[in-house]
């Protein structure tokens, strides 16, 4: 099977009205300073559009940084599932009756946050996913 790789933002234009949009190291994108939040700006030499390196992501014009979002959705989704992980049954129950779970999506979740019956595992995931290594 052939790896497919993400292009890095900065390697491509953005706009869809550019006839270079999406089209990978044409060197038609340009370094041009940053925001005053630090993000890189960029700009494409064929369209003359600008874009942040934030553009397309979760911290698209976002007042706060990325490490503050990360953080915020780390804790509070880890927080939440410490809480739902001495829950578990009553929270399946509670998916299935309400929100009118079956149970494979249920088993599509549990696998998702990384339950699997092992303590401790689901946050782990979570940080790992957000972070790339586990938090202390
Ligand atoms: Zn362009």
């Not at 999406?22 to 038609?28: A, F, G, P, S």
């Not at 003359?48 to 553009?55: M, Q, S, Y």
């Not at 490490?67 to 992980?85: D, F, M, N, S």
């Not at 129950?93 to 929100?99: A, G, K, T």
């Amino acid at each position: 099977m052939e790896k497919q790789q993400l292009a890095p933002i900065g390697s491509f234009c953005l706009n869809e009205a550019c006839r270079d949009y999406k089209r990978v190291d044409l060197k038609n994108i340009v370094k041009c300073g940053k925001t005053d939040k630090g993000v890189q700006r960029y700009r494409c030499k064929t369209c003359k559009k600008g874009f942040t390196a934030t553009k397309g992501t979760i911290f698209y014009r976002c007042r706060h940084s990325e490490q503050e979002i990360a953080e915020c959705i780390a804790k509070t989704v880890g927080r939440w599932i410490k809480l739902v992980r001495s829950h578990i049954k009553q929270f399946e129950e509670y998916l299935v009756r309400e929100h009118t779970f079956s149970q494979a999506q249920l088993d599509a979740l549990w696998t998702y946050v990384g339950h699997k019956g092992e303590k401790g595992g689901e946050l782990k995931n979570i940080q790992e996913a957000l972070f790339g290594v586990e938090q202390r």
